[in-house]
Each structure stands twice: as C-alpha cells, then as structure tokens.
C-alpha cells in the first residue's frame, strides 16, 4: 500500500513569491492535516479536513496560507506571498476511522521550503 | 492546555548499547493517546506506538519498548541493544480528546545518534 506522497520535497523560492505544496493521502484515508515543522521542533497542525471539510484551520494564517481539499482526496497548500520565516517543512498526514486504526497519523516525507 | 515535553535535545550512545528517551507530558483531560515517531534524516514521520489513558500496562516490540506511568505523567522509550539505522529524531505526542483525538501535540523530539 502506497504510503502519504507530498511534492515537490524541496522548493526554494524568493520572498515575496507565490508557493504550493500537493499532497496525496493514503487511500481510503478520510482525514487529512497539513503541519508544519520549524527546525528543531515538533511538526504543529495547521489545518485539518475531514473528507473535503476544514474542521479545524483556527492554526493557518489566513492572511497568506490558503488550503483546499477538492473531492476529499488530494490537497494542496498554498503560500502567497511568502515571507522568509516560512523556511520549514511542511509535513501532510492522512488518517482514517477504521476499528483499530483511529486516528494514527501517517505522514509523507514533506516539503522543504527555503524562501531566500 | 496539553503540554509534552522532551528534556533531552541529543543523546549520543555506541552500537548495542540500550538508550532511554524520556517523555513527559501535561493534560488535564482523564481520556487521551500518547504517541510515538520516529523521524529518519529522509523527513517521514513513521509512527512506532500508540497508548491510550486507560491501558498503563509496558509494551515490547522487538529491540522497542515503551514505560506508560500516569503517576509521573512519563511515556519513555527504551530502544535495546541499539544500532546505527536507530539513528533519527524520535518524538513523543499527546492527542486532544477536544479534537476527537485528531489534534496531536508534539514535543521538541529526541535526536539519537547511534555511532559504529
């Protein structure tokens, strides 16, 4: 079974930039979260969608960070414009409700955005 | 608010020898999972365990095994006879019983090095 598939895995853009990031979950996963992981820190939520549904986006700055879920499988996030302290990787989990499985995240290998 | 906290920023031991990475965390809700990642230098999180509240009783999994004590709030992680591909970041999470459980807290991580 295929596992969480985020790209690109490495991006470097200029400040000011527009970026976006893709993520694939696992199949059959209903939940999907978006994180953020500064260097040296824990990955922090910063959205979460429940099929295509954002049930909790209260972490996205909304003024920049925009995310959308179309058809409650693929999502992209997106960064517009980006400012240098958005350099950190951006992880994408997927999860499904399942007996026995509820709630274990399953994350990608995430993007690493460095904005110059 | 949910708190976890992981002290030890780096650990450094040599091959074969057992290695404990301490988790301590801080909720108020009596119903909750507690989590643990494995984070290689490719950027996956890749979850090892989960535990809820209710069940304190040590796992074992191969060279893995985990101490759950509500007491001390600690969920610490004890890797045997370590070696060179157990070197990662290792991190401890708290589910949010407010989120369905679907909210993770993370700590800082662990990184371990595991040398020749």
């Known amino acids: 079974e295929a596992g969480v598939v985020q790209s690109p895995r490495y991006k470097i853009i200029e400040k000011k930039q527009p970026v976006a990031f893709w993520c694939n979950p696992i199949s059959g996963h209903n939940t999907l979260y978006w994180y953020l992981q500064n260097l040296g820190q824990g990955p922090e939520l910063l959205i979460r969608?429940?099929?295509?549904?954002?049930?909790?986006d209260s972490q996205l700055p909304k003024d920049r960070f925009s995310a959308e879920r179309l058809k409650g499988v693929d999502s992209t996030l997106k960064i517009q414009p980006a400012e240098l302290g958005d350099s950190a990787v951006y992880l994408c989990a997927s999860s499904s409700r399942l007996a026995g499985a509820e709630d274990i995240q399953y994350f990608g290998a995430g993007t690493r955005l460095s904005v110059l | 608010a949910q708190k976890v906290t992981q002290a030890q920023t780096e650990i450094s031991v040599v091959e074969k020898e057992d290695v404990t990475l301490d988790c301590v965390y801080e909720?108020?809700?009596?119903?909750?999972?507690l989590f643990w990642y494995k984070q290689p230098p490719s950027g996956e999180l890749v979850f090892l365990i989960r535990r809820n509240s209710f069940d304190e009783q040590n796992e074992i999994s191969g060279r893995y095994s985990w101490n759950f004590q509500k007491s001390t709030s600690s969920f610490n992680f004890t890797i045997t006879a370590s070696q060179v591909v157990d070197s990662a970041v290792y991190f401890c999470a708290l589910s949010d019983p407010n989120t369905g459980f679907q909210k993770l807290v993370f700590g800082t991580g662990t990184r371990l090095l595991v040398s020749p």
């Open positions: 909720t108020r809700d009596t119903t909750y999972y």
């Open positions: 969608y429940e099929n295509e549904e954002a049930v909790d």
